[in-house]
Structure formats: C-alpha cells, structure tokens
C-alpha cells in the first residue's frame, strides 16, 4: 500500500490549506484514516481520523474548529481541510490507513503510512 500525502506548504496566520490523502492499488474507502503530525522536535500527535462509514471523527482539541476531515469516495481521497492555521500548526503532516474501521488517535494502531507534506505558517 502506498499512501500519498499532499498540499502542504508556507502559508502565513490564519490562512488555510487543503491536504490530500490519496493512494493507488488500494480502496482508502474501506478502512478507518488517520492524519498525524510532527512538529520539530515534538514527537508524532494524533490530529484527526475518520471511520470507514465516516460515522465516526476525532480531532485534537486545538484543532477542533478549524480542521475538518472527510472523503471523496469517486477519487479515493481524504481531506483534511485546515481553516485559520496558526504558527503551532508548523509540522509535517501525514496520513495513515488503519485496518480496521474504527477511528483511533494512536499512532501505533494504523497498518500503513504515506510520506508527509510539510507545512509552515508564520507569524
């Protein structure tokens, strides 16, 4: 399985992207995907996830409000969008598929892991 994480990028306070979780060969649409970060010199935080029927979602606290993760079932991608992005968003992001259909916010229980995209907002 590969997982491919895009749209990262230098963005200041406040303003939003768009990142993309999308993989080829496999159907994300099946199994419960997570986003995580890592900022420098941080360890590796769960920061949102959504359940293979999207009944499900978890966010992180300090991201509740301005993130929002969902799916596009005909491309076989997962957003995660992030809306009024703040210097403590500086990390790099990546997406992980977790074999089961269930959210969770525990780095340890996912299968497979995309490459990050690296996101920067400044002051």
């Known amino acids: 399985v590969q997982l491919q994480a895009s749209g990262g990028g230098l963005v200041q306070a406040g303003d939003s992207l768009r990142l993309s979780c999308s993989t080829s060969?496999?159907?994300?649409?099946?199994?419960?995907v997570g986003w995580f970060r890592r900022a420098p010199g941080w360890g590796r935080e769960g920061v949102s996830c959504i359940s293979s029927t999207d009944s499900g979602t978890y966010y992180l606290d300090s991201v509740k409000g301005r993130f929002t993760i969902s799916r596009d079932y005909a491309k076989n991608t997962v957003y995660l969008q992030m809306n009024n992005l703040e210097p403590e968003d500086t990390a790099v992001y990546s997406c992980?598929?977790?074999?089961?259909?269930?959210?969770?916010?525990?780095?340890?229980?996912?299968?497979?892991w995309g490459q990050g995209t690296k996101v920067t907002v400044s002051s």
């Open positions: 060969g496999f159907t994300l649409n099946d199994y419960a």
């Open positions: 992980a598929v977790r074999a089961r259909d269930l959210c969770s916010n525990y780095d340890y229980t996912y299968d497979w």
